[in-house]
């Protein structure tokens, strides 16, 4: 099974402070992604990743950078938060499941709130 | 425009009944993807079911199924015999061809099988 975890789980934090999330996966997957999760919205793409310092953005990047220095990490930084991203994190890491169908297999989750 | 729409946002159902959960999408590529995921009140997603655009045969994982109507471009999930744990919310995304793998994704039905 892939292994993916995700730090800090919980984060409260005040506006205009910086914030990094970390996503970590132990077998060497390629694509990772970063989303975010908020009511009414389903998961909505910050950033992702395909490979060591590749990224780009996704249709939410505003406001959010990446870093993805090695295989395993992938950064997620809000530079000086605000309350307006105020929600649950996933990252996300795209595995070849059964019959080469490449499914996005998620980390726990990150619920961050910006006071 | 929506590309993926999830017209029920929640839904109750007998316990051991049949459920049909509504996604419907919009693309213009002959070749894309169509998953389901399911997120327990616990938060983690889970990967249900996979449908390809060239599959010619709806898919099938143990009690949940995929009717696949191509022309009307509509993916349902279908669950036989609900359970009790089958209550959470139910996401609809699409892959499509060239799109590094990003999955763009519903805004999810909340199931509740009642006792």
């Known amino acids: 099974d892939a292994g993916i975890t995700q730090s800090p789980r919980h984060k409260v934090t005040e506006t205009g402070t910086p914030v990094t999330l970390r996503c970590h996966q132990t077998e060497n997957h390629r694509y990772m992604y970063w989303y975010r999760q908020d009511p009414g919205h389903g998961l909505r793409l910050i950033h992702y990743?395909?490979?060591?310092?590749?990224?780009d953005k996704g249709e939410v990047s505003d406001g959010y950078s990446v870093s993805r220095s090695k295989t395993e990490d992938f950064l997620l930084t809000l530079e000086s938060a605000t309350s307006s991203q105020t929600s649950v994190y996933f990252c996300a890491i795209q595995i070849p499941g059964l019959a080469g169908v490449r499914e996005l297999f998620f980390g726990e989750g990150s619920r961050l709130t910006v006071l | 425009a929506q590309k993926i729409t999830q017209t029920q946002p929640g839904m109750f159902v007998q316990e051991k009944e049949a459920v049909t959960l509504d996604c419907t999408y919009d693309?213009?590529?002959?070749?894309?993807?169509l998953f389901w995921y399911k997120q327990p009140s616990s938060g983690e997603m889970i990967f249900l079911i996979y449908?390809?655009?060239?599959d010619e045969q709806n898919a099938t994982e143990g009690r949940y199924s995929l009717n696949f109507q191509k022309a009307r471009k509509s993916a349902n999930l279908v669950i036989s015999a609900s359970q009790l744990g089958d209550s959470a919310m139910y996401f609809c995304?699409?892959?499509?061809?060239?799109?590094?793998?990003?999955?763009?994704w519903g805004a999810g039905t909340k199931l509740i099988i009642k006792p």
């Open positions: 990743s395909y490979g060591v310092k590749d990224t």
């Open positions: 693309t213009s590529d002959q070749s894309y993807g």
């Open positions: 449908q390809g655009s060239y």
């Open positions: 995304a699409m892959r499509e061809m060239d799109s590094n793998y990003q999955l763009i």
